[in-house]
């Protein structure tokens, strides 16, 4: 992890879909990977870090050269002041990191698993490979609770521009172990990522490595099953 602070200004904001908005901010010469985090702090949200600070997984890719944070809005003291940020104020970010990571030159089966508003680490690694010419060997199971479903353009265009590419939204069903592999049977030959809501998350990675499934995990603390 990258503990470097710097302060990122805000290009522009508006709706993705339904509740969940995306923010661009300038990267400021930032390099990421597709699928990492950082922190983000708005200090006029409050003195307490439960207010001013948040983590999100970068949504945009490298290649498009801004930092999207997409993110379901709350009435929290961070997002009501993230969402009244104008063009050209800033935020400041810290701590970039982590490993949930498209393997380089992978042969297994990569089944991409996503609840809600975890769907965002996916974008960016599409997005990058799209960008590079690189095959999307990939199947991306993306269960959402209503038909609101974030970039869904994106990945149904990406779908059709590689057949590889196995793009199924899913729609008001519960998230389970058993139905991933009723989708995706070739997950015990391959690797499953899993992004979404932190219970979730823990939960089905502790049934497939019972059962010797590869997995990697990117975890959406202050989501439930509820409101991914």
């Known amino acids: 992890m990258k503990n470097i602070k710097t302060n990122l200004k805000l290009i522009k904001s508006y709706i993705e879909c339904g509740d969940i908005k995306t923010f661009s901010f300038e990267p400021n010469n930032l390099s990421w990977q597709p699928g990492q985090y950082q922190a983000y702090r708005l200090i006029q949200a409050g003195m307490?870090?439960?207010?001013?600070?948040?983590?999100?997984?970068?949504a945009s890719a490298p290649s498009e050269k801004r930092i999207d944070i997409s993110t379901r809005m709350t009435a929290s003291a961070f997002k009501n002041t993230l969402d009244i940020l104008e063009t050209g104020d800033t935020i400041e970010a810290s701590n970039l990191g982590g490993?949930?990571?498209?393997?380089?030159?992978?042969?297994?089966?990569?089944?991409?698993?996503?609840?809600?508003?975890g769907v965002t680490p996916y974008r960016s690694m599409l997005i990058e490979?799209?960008?590079?010419?690189?095959?999307?060997?990939?199947?991306?199971?993306?269960?959402?609770?209503?038909?609101?479903i974030a970039f869904l353009d994106t990945f149904t265009t990406i779908s059709k521009l590689h057949p590889e590419f196995n793009f199924m939204p899913i729609v008001g069903e519960h998230v389970s172990s058993e139905r991933i592999l009723e989708l995706a049977p070739q997950a015990k030959e391959g690797t499953v990522y899993l992004s979404g809501p932190e219970a979730m998350v823990e939960k089905i990675g502790?049934?497939?490595?019972e059962i010797n499934i590869n997995i990697k995990q990117d975890w959406f603390p202050g989501y439930t099953n509820d409101n991914f």
């Not at 490979?129 to 209503?146: E, G, V, W």
């Open 206 to 209: 502790k049934e497939f490595k």
């Open 99 to 117: 490993d949930f990571l498209w393997d380089k030159d992978v042969k297994e089966p990569i089944i991409l698993i996503a609840a809600g508003v």
């Open 129 to 148: 490979r799209l960008k590079n010419n690189q095959k999307i060997n990939a199947q991306l199971i993306y269960f959402n609770r209503n038909s609101e």
């Open 48 to 58: 307490d870090e439960k207010d001013n600070l948040r983590y999100f997984t970068i």
